[in-house]
């Protein structure tokens, strides 16, 4: 399976919004409603931020969103504060089991 | 509380066998799905492993025929058995708990594996 495509990188400043694309094909993210998104700080492990799309986890702020249009699924981030600029991975059920992840992007908080 | 505790990373020669083990707690193994994912430092994660409530398992194709993935439900311990190891296989493992929807809930902390001779 091919990595789901992340632009590397994306900022704004404090209190605005920004938006990272995850580009698959309709073999995983076009074709399932099963995207999720993680969020990574250096040296620490991945934290669950949106799963089956739009959905947050106990405890994830309503400032993170998600989004599906045909193979591209989206995470924008409202209200950007200094505790978001972290790493974000998307990832994708691909069928037969198999899991397939963004090639990441990397937030910066201006 | 869920915790995942990975062990047994290190360095090991190309075409030698390492065993991870992820110590879970909180939760038991046997009823959930687990998978392991491994993260090249300084670049992005792949998945590597799944394996079901039923014990079922699959792979990626990077390593199908080389890893196995087990585990003991007496130690609520999980088990992943890698042979035949590369340079590409060079990563962090990090074990984590599935839950609905295809999501991964937990992480833990990760194991390094450093293949090199």
């Known amino acids: 399976q091919s990595a789901l495509t992340q632009p590397p990188s994306a900022s704004g400043s404090p209190g605005q919004s920004v938006t990272i694309s995850c580009t698959g094909t309709?073999?995983?993210?076009?074709?399932?409603?099963?995207v999720s998104w993680y969020q990574q700080h250096p040296g620490k492990a991945p934290k669950l931020m949106i799963y089956?799309?739009?959905n947050r986890p106990s405890g994830v702020p309503d400032r993170f969103s998600g989004s599906k249009s045909g193979n591209t699924a989206s995470l924008t981030v409202s209200g950007l504060q200094a505790e978001d600029e972290a790493d974000y991975y998307c990832?994708?059920?691909?069928?037969?089991?198999?899991?397939?992840f963004g090639t990441g992007t990397k937030v910066t908080v201006l | 509380e869920v915790q995942l505790v990975e062990s047994g990373g290190g360095l090991i020669q190309p075409g030698g066998s390492l065993r991870l083990s992820c110590a879970a707690s909180?939760?038991?193994?046997?009823?959930?799905?687990m998978n392991w994912v491994r993260q090249v430092p300084g670049r992005g994660l792949e998945w590597v492993s799944v394996?079901?409530?039923?014990?079922?398992?699959d792979y990626a194709d990077s390593v199908k025929g080389r890893f196995t993935f087990s585990r003991d439900n007496s130690k609520n311990t999980l088990y992943l058995q890698m042979n035949n190891l590369r340079a590409d296989d060079t990563a962090l493992y990090y074990c984590?708990?599935?839950?609905?929807?295809?999501?991964?809930?937990?992480w833990g902390q990760g194991t390094l594996v450093t293949v090199s001779s």
């Open positions: 984590a708990l599935g839950g609905g929807g295809k999501r991964l809930d937990y």
């Open positions: 909180g939760f038991t193994v046997s009823s959930n799905y």
């Open positions: 394996i079901y409530s039923d014990a079922s398992t």
């Open positions: 309709s073999s995983d993210v076009g074709g399932y409603k099963f």
């Open positions: 089956e799309v739009s």
């Open positions: 990832s994708s059920y691909a069928g037969s089991n198999k899991l397939v």
